[in-house]
Every structure is written in structure tokens, then in C-alpha cells.
């Protein structure tokens, strides 16, 4: 296994970490998972650029690690719902997007196509990440309020132009697996 898929299965074993320090009341326990997210998201950059840059890319990596970054995201998202930091309904839209996401690559994987991950689906990665720690944080100060708010609309409509920008690129897709 080469170095970014290491650091992308790294991901995935920092979100209980995560969810423990977040769900439970420890002394700065939302400030440590505020860490730990953001530790997180930033190994979602490192290891595309190590990928990348040494020509490490794998079919592999492509599938691990948008399913890190949906985990990740979709841990907080839910945390966030049992806290009454974002509507349940926002969430649900988000998730199903990550679902028929997912069942839109595993048809494809079938057919021996594997997809990538594309501008507007990384976009909507960036802006979700963002609102996650925006909301981890929660300061009460009224700038940062309003940013939030601006960050959970940002990912829903992310969100949704993403979805119609995947299932529209790959319609031939669904048009196969539905034959």
C-alpha cells in the first residue's frame, strides 16, 4: 500500500477519535476534535497531492478516499443534528447525495469505470469541511454565526450542483446499469 492511501486510511481511523472527544463532555473535548477534524481534512489535501505529484493515483485511492472524506463528513453532520446545529433536513439531503453517489460508482465499477472525483464534487468537499469546523467550534460571536449559516447553505447547494454534475457526466452509466 504507498503513502497517500496509508494517509487516507489514517482519515478513517481519526474519526472515532473524533466522535469521542466531540459526543463526550471531556474539558476541551470539542476543541481537541476541532483538532483532530482539521487534522484530518488536511491529510483529504496531502495525500491527492502526494498521488499526484509521484504518480501514486490508484483505483484504490480513488475509492478510499472519497469514502473517507463522506465518512468523516457525514460522523460530524449527524453530531451536528443531535446538537441543533443544523437542520435535520439539510443533513438528510447530504447524505442521500453521498449515497447515490456512491451506488452511482459502484454500477460503474462493474463496467470497469471508475469515477473520479470531480471539481464540483472536491468544491463541495472544501465547503462541507469548512462548516464542519465552523460548527465544531461554535463560537458564540455573531460574525461567526453568520458565517456558519453561510457555510451550511454553501454545502447544500454544493451539494446538489454536484450531484446533477455527476449523474449528468456519467448518465451513460446509469443508462447501462438500468439495461
Avoid at 497531492?49 to 460530524?76: C, E, M, Q, W, Y
Avoid at 441543533?84 to 454500477?107: D, K, T
Avoid at 470497469?112 to 465547503?127: E, H, M, R
Wanted: charged share 15%.
Amino acid at each position: 500500500m504507498n503513502l497517500p492511501n496509508k494517509i487516507t486510511l489514517g482519515r478513517v481511523f481519526l474519526i472515532p477519535i473524533f466522535l469521542i472527544f466531540y459526543l463526550t463532555r471531556f474539558q476541551y473535548g470539542e476543541y481537541i476534535a476541532g483538532a483532530i477534524f482539521i487534522i484530518a481534512s488536511l491529510t483529504d489535501f496531502v495525500d491527492g497531492h502526494l498521488a499526484r505529484k509521484h504518480n501514486l493515483v490508484t483505483n484504490f485511492g480513488k475509492f478510499i478516499d472519497p469514502l473517507a472524506d463522506k465518512l468523516l463528513v457525514v460522523s460530524a453532520l449527524i453530531c451536528f443534528v443531535e446538537r441543533n446545529l443544523v437542520a435535520a433536513w439539510i443533513v438528510i439531503i447530504i447524505i442521500a447525495r453521498e449515497f447515490i453517489i456512491s451506488g452511482l460508482r459502484l454500477v460503474a465499477v462493474t463496467s470497469g469505470i471508475v469515477i473520479a472525483a470531480s471539481p464540483w464534487g472536491k468544491l463541495k468537499t472544501v465547503s462541507q469541511m469548512i462548516m464542519c469546523i465552523l460548527l465544531i467550534f461554535n463560537f458564540d460571536i455573531p460574525l461567526l454565526s453568520v458565517l456558519e449559516q453561510v457555510f451550511i447553505y454553501l454545502a447544500l447547494i454544493l451539494t446538489v450542483i454536484s450531484l446533477v454534475d455527476y449523474m449528468y457526466k456519467n448518465r451513460n452509466v446509469i443508462e447501462d446499469g438500468i439495461k
